[in-house]
């Protein structure tokens, strides 16, 4: 099992330029996770999918931030245009709809934006 | 609105000494907490939670209501303990999602 698999790992754009991360869940997990960690801070939540359904994207950007889950598996998170502000780590992670609450999360995405 | 609160941003020890780590929470009602942890070039993973009452790696954790609070204890620590330390937070229907503290980075010395 390789867990949740996140591409790529480094990204490095000029600001104003678009990007975008994928990630794919560990195979029968249904809820999926996008999460921002700034450095030196914990992870927060940008959006969560229930299957294919966003139930929870009150903190997404969401006049740069765009995010897909279809067919309720794999995900990209879109940033554009990218600002300095948002070099950070994009983690994705995903775990099973009322489950034990456990998340099993990606190596994560890190984004420079110069 | 749910928060943790970690006070530590960096704790250090030594070899054979005594840790805990501080946690406290806020939220209206009983929620589940956990502990996860992340080693040197390592993904996020669990390390604990409070409802399972068990010991990983010789760590424990107990949930005090009247304090809120949920700190991460170890009576001898190992520098193979080096990491860095988030407590988070659901709610109990296991249906939320999780709320994490900035985090504590632990160095353990030899």
């Known amino acids: 099992e390789a867990g949740v698999v996140q591409s790529p790992r480094y990204k490095i754009i000029e600001k104003k330029q678009p990007v975008a991360f994928w990630c794919n869940p560990i195979?029968?997990?249904?809820?999926l996770y996008w999460y921002l960690q700034n450095l030196g801070q914990g992870p927060e939540l940008l959006i969560r999918y229930e299957n294919e359904e966003a139930v929870d994207d009150s903190q997404l950007p969401k006049d740069r931030f765009s995010a897909e889950r279809l067919k309720g598996v794999d995900s990209t998170l879109k940033i554009q245009p990218a600002e300095l502000g948002d070099s950070a780590v994009y983690l994705c992670?995903?775990?099973?709809?009322?489950?034990?609450?456990?998340?099993?999360f990606g190596e994560g995405s890190r984004l420079t934006v110069l | 609105a749910q928060r943790v609160t970690q006070p530590e941003k960096l704790l250090s020890v030594f070899k054979g000494a005594p840790v805990e780590l501080k946690c406290n929470y806020s939220y209206s009602g009983s929620p589940e907490l956990f502990w996860y942890v992340q080693y040197s070039r390592q993904r996020l993973q669990l390390l604990l939670r409070h409802i399972s009452r068990e010991s990983i790696k010789g760590f424990t954790a107990d949930l005090n209501k009247g304090e809120t609070s949920f700190h991460l204890k170890k009576p001898f620590a190992q520098e193979e303990d080096s990491a860095m330390y988030y407590c988070?937070?659901?709610?109990?229907?296991?249906?939320?999602?999780?709320?994490f503290g900035k985090g504590t980075m632990l160095l353990v010395s030899p």
């Open positions: 988070a937070l659901s709610s109990p229907s296991g249906y939320s999602t999780l709320t």
């Open positions: 195979s029968g997990h249904n809820t």
């Open positions: 992670a995903s775990s099973f709809i009322g489950g034990s609450g456990e998340l099993f």
